[in-house]
Structures are given as C-alpha cells and as structure tokens.
C-alpha cells in the first residue's frame, strides 16, 4: 500500500476544518496524522510430515463394504503401500490415489488378520474398523504383496521369529489330515531373498514354480529339499498356504546356488497342492525306516517262531500217535499170542 504525501495530507485536511493562515502554515495542532505500520502476524512453521520408508507397491482395484446396501463399494483402481517409518517401529497398509488423500489405512501388528480369496482378492479390515477388500491384477502381484507383509508380522512378533530356527506363519489353514515324514506331496511355491540393507524388506525373487507354471513333486524328509522346508512343511494340510523364514544355516550356508549368495536367508511362499501316503503305516504312526524294519525284523523272527513250534506240536502229536500205534499193535499181538495158547490148551485137553 502507498501512503499519501505528508504536505498534501496536512492541507486537505485544514481545507476542510477551515483553518488560518497560520494554521495552514503551521498545520493543525489538534489533528495529526501517522504513518500506520503493519502488523505482520507470526508465521509458524508447518509442522514436518513424518518420514517414511515405502517397502512395496502395487496397483489394485479397491472395495469397501457398504452396511446399508449390504455389498462392497467399489471405489476404482487405487495404489495399495507397504509402509514403514523410518525408525522401523511402525508399519502400516496405505491405499490412495495418487496426488490424493489416502482412502484408507490399515496398521500392521502381529495380530492383524487378513483372507486370500479366489486367488486375487485379499480382505481385511481396516483402522476404522471398516471391511475392505482388494482385487489384485494377478496372483504374483497378490502373493508378493502378503509374503510382504507376512515378513513384517514375523520379525515384529518376538513368539513366531526365531532367528537361527524356521520362522512359520501361517495365511491359511487347508483341510484333512497333516502332512508327516514320508508323505509325497506337490506344492506351490516362491522363493525371495531378503533386502541386504533391509531386514524388514523382500529382496530379489530367485526362484517361483508359479512363473514356471510346474508345481514341484517331492517326498517330505528327503535329501531333495533344505532342511527348512523338512522342518517348517510337517504338519501343514491340503490347501494351506504358508511363509517360511529361513536362517542361512538351514537352507544353503556359506554356498553360492544359481540366483541365492552365501549365507542367505531366505523367505518362501508355499501352498500344498496334492498329497500322496506313500506308506500310512510309517506315516500315521511316524516310525522311521530304521524302526519300520526293525518291526519287520522282529514281526519275521515271531512268524519263524511261531512256524518252529507249530512243527514241534506236529511232532509231539505225530510221535504220539505211532506211540498210540505200537501200542495198539503190541496189544493186538499180546491177544493174539493169548488166544494162540488158548487154542493150543484147548487141543491138548482134547487128546487126552
């Protein structure tokens, strides 16, 4: 703002009170005028925005369940984030548009729970206790995104992590009986490193049998599988689905295999497909071949003893029965020789 002149202000305003000569001259002692300096407010200074760490991203379409319609709401196709704060305390879901306030948001804790549905769809609900649900492009997009998040409910959950074990979390249960040691089965898998500068972090991915579109077929407990999958896999049923963690020291060591350094660990996402008992008895009774053959051995040893006294009864009853015979024919031969000496007593009487 441009203030006016002081002289021309002074004599418009004796002009209009009427003022003398000399106050013309000297101006009006009763009416002065100031120069008002503006009074500028204190600017405060925005408050920071917390810093954050992006771990994954994907694009999804996104649903929220609508109470009144009793249906989900579909809401278009929006960015869905995993989400960690510098600091790596806190972790969270975000989905939003881009240049957009988020349209929701879901706190990662140990407890959160989450469903796979139909391959693509993953429902959950979210920090305002809303239901929600998100439709994935694909089912690779879908299975990176909870291994993801998986990963983070198992390094913050002191009871499920064990660092120099095989750490299992489980995203679904399946149906029928356990898988247990001898059991062949077919499964679904992908495998990833871990980020090296983040232990929160999915790395690169080096093996999927979902990309190769060929399941993998194996025997549990055999050589042809890491010690981690024989450790984490037992007990799992058909239909579950699985992540594993798994230390360096129970998948490859200090070697280099194809796509994976030394001392990696490892993190996998499993799925049982089919399961075939290939023998039920080691299978239900959980026997190891050493004790399965030992209980053959032992099962042969009582069949041959069984067999020896069998033949032995045989025996003693065949030895019996000639015993029975001589007998019987020793007293045939007593009554014959006795009637013999009857007749010869009975002739001698007559001659006489």
Do not use: C, H
């Amino acid at each position: 703002m441009d203030y006016p002149n002081t002289a021309k202000s002074s004599q418009r305003l004796s002009n209009l009170f009427g003022m003398s000569d000399q106050a013309k001259k000297t101006g009006n002692e009763n009416i002065s005028f100031t120069y008002q300096k503006k009074i500028r407010k204190p600017v405060k200074n925005p408050q920071p925005q917390e810093k954050i760490i992006t771990l994954y991203g994907v694009r999804i379409l996104f649903y929220r369940f609508n109470p009144a319609k009793k249906k989900y709401d579909e809401y278009g196709e929006t960015i869905a984030s995993i989400i960690s704060s510098l600091n790596y305390k806190n972790f969270f879901i975000l989905i939003y548009s881009p240049n957009q306030p988020p349209v929701s948001r879901i706190s990662i804790q140990p407890s959160i729970s989450y469903t796979i549905q139909k391959e693509v769809f993953l429902a959950l609900v979210d920090d305002n206790r809303q239901n929600i649900s998100m439709k994935f492009q694909n089912q690779t997009d879908l299975i990176q995104f909870v291994s993801q998040l998986a990963l983070i409910q198992i390094l913050i959950n002191s009871d499920i992590y064990k660092k120099d074990d095989v750490s299992i979390f489980d995203l679904s249960k399946g149906e029928g009986d356990p898988i247990l040691t001898g059991t062949q089965i077919q499964v679904s898998y992908s495998g990833w490193l871990i980020d090296s500068s983040i232990q929160y972090k999915i790395g690169p991915k080096f093996d999927s049998s979902f990309d190769k579109k060929k399941p993998f077929r194996f025997e549990l407990g055999s050589q042809k599988i890491i010690k981690g999958w024989n450790i984490g896999i037992p007990k799992m049923l058909k239909g579950g689905k699985r992540i594993l963690l798994i230390p360096p020291s129970l998948a490859y060591g200090n070697n280099t295999v194809d796509k994976i350094p030394p001392n990696s660990t490892l993190l996998f996402y499993i799925s049982i497909d089919k399961i075939k008992i290939a023998d039920k008895q080691t299978n239900e009774s959980t026997e190891t071949k050493e004790k399965q053959e030992e209980k053959e051995e032992t099962k042969e040893k009582q069949e041959e003893k069984e067999e020896t006294k069998d033949k032995q009864e045989e025996k003693e009853k065949k030895e019996s029965n000639e015993n029975e015979n001589k007998n019987e024919n020793e007293n045939k031969n007593e009554n014959k020789n006795k009637n013999k000496n009857q007749n010869k007593n009975q002739k001698s009487k007559s001659r006489k």
